[in-house]
Every structure is written in structure tokens, then in C-alpha cells.
């Protein structure tokens, strides 16, 4: 039963985003034209965690940092105008975003994703500093971020222990 039980329950991978929020990846506001990077930098992004993207007549790229500065890509990395698009993280390091439609990236609908190294590699290395706790750089968010994260974690572990007993 133990086989049977470990194929039933849910793995973690990572934590879906939804960029935007509820309002999804639009042209921001004419006053709120950093919307999107204040909103990369309230969160923590870890490899295996995955954007989405919801859009009308958009699109999104992921671009160069060079591309980035001038809003403009005639080569991205990646390249999606679905309406639903979910981007994976998967490495640590800056991703660069904007929106395809001419216009749109020079008016806000721009992201910069820094993504952090896994918690694996972290706690491998001994790099994890235990300072975050006593800074005052930690934001709000962060902190939310650890506690949603080690909430789920509770969540998924509670799951596989019904599993088991």
C-alpha cells in the first residue's frame, strides 16, 4: 500500500504566479509604469516555479537584458501569444520580460524576474544566511512568501501522512 500511496499524493515542484494578479499582464496604468517589477520584487522566485501570464491581445518575450533596456526584440528567447501563458523558471539568475505589441513595453509592460537559487543548493553550499531575520531589507511579501510556502509544505506532508495511516 505504502507504492500505491506515494504514487496517489501530490510532489511539490514549485509555486505558480500569476503575474498582474487579477488584472493579468496588461499595459499599466500611465501612472504606474514600474508595476510589474514592483510586483517581481515582493516575491520570491525559485527554479522550478512557473509564471503565468493571462492576457488579451498581447503577447509576452522573454528577451536579453540589452533587449530589455531598449524594449525591443527581433530574436527572443521565447516568444508566446497564447493568452494563457506559463513560463517555468528553471535556473537561478535574471529573466527579462515584455510585452510583444509595439508600444506596450515603453509604457510599463516590462518585467525583470530574479529568480534565486533552489533552497536545495543553498543548504548544500551553507550560503543560506540566517541575517534576513534581523534586516530591515526583508520585505513583507518575503516573509508571506516563507509562511505560504511552509504552510503548503504542512498541507502536502499532513496529505501524505492520511496517505499513510
Not at 514549485?14 to 515582493?42: H, T
Not at 510583444?100 to 543553498?122: A, D, N
Request: hydrophobic residues 30%; proline residues 4%.
Amino acid at each position: 500500500t505504502f507504492v500505491f500511496c506515494v504514487l496517489q499524493c501530490p510532489t511539490v515542484t514549485g509555486f505558480d504566479y500569476q503575474v498582474g494578479g487579477a488584472d493579468g499582464w496588461v499595459v499599466p496604468p500611465a501612472n504606474d509604469s514600474k508595476l510589474y517589477n514592483d510586483w517581481a520584487s515582493e516575491n520570491r522566485f525559485r527554479p522550478g516555479d512557473t509564471l503565468r501570464f493571462k492576457y488579451k491581445k498581447d503577447s509576452v518575450m522573454e528577451v536579453s537584458e540589452a533587449e530589455y533596456k531598449k524594449c525591443n526584440s527581433t530574436r527572443p528567447s521565447f516568444f508566446s501569444n497564447t493568452g494563457n501563458t506559463v513560463y517555468a523558471l528553471n535556473q537561478s539568475g535574471p529573466f527579462y520580460f515584455i510585452s510583444g505589441v509595439s508600444g506596450h513595453c515603453q509604457r510599463g509592460q516590462r518585467m525583470i524576474v530574479k529568480v534565486l537559487p533552489s533552497e536545495e543548493s543553498e543548504a548544500s553550499s551553507g550560503s543560506r544566511s540566517s541575517s534576513s531575520s534581523s534586516s530591515s531589507s526583508g520585505s513583507y511579501a518575503s516573509y508571506a512568501a516563507d509562511f505560504s510556502r511552509l504552510g503548503f509544505l504542512l498541507y502536502v506532508l499532513s496529505d501524505v501522512a492520511s496517505c499513510l495511516f
